[in-house]
């Protein structure tokens, strides 16, 4: 998808130098894929952190030695 926008000079050359980007295109698909990847690993968090683990100590000790 061709789409123009106004994009902060100096942030995009420094978002290019610091992930080792040769072109614009190449630093924005990165920073967007970063972008999805820390929302969908936030989610999972939410997810997880909604988990009810109804084990004691021991149970998880004998359960990691089979």
């Keep these: 998808m061709k ?3 106004v994009i902060d000079d100096k ?3 420094e978002a290019m130098e ?3 980007a040769r072109t614009k295109k190449e630093t924005i698909e990165a ?3 970063e972008l ?3 929302k969908n690993l936030q989610a ?3 997810e ?3 988990f009810d683990l109804d084990l004691t100590l021991e149970e998880l ?3 990691r030695s089979e």
């Design 11 to 13: 942030l995009l050359k």
């Design 36 to 38: 999805v990847r820390k």
């Design 61 to 63: 000790e004998k359960l």
């Design 48 to 50: 997880l952190g909604t």
């Design 44 to 46: 999972l968090k939410e």
């Design 3 to 5: 789409t123009t926008v």
């Design 18 to 20: 610091a992930i080792g």
């Design 31 to 33: 920073g967007l894929k």
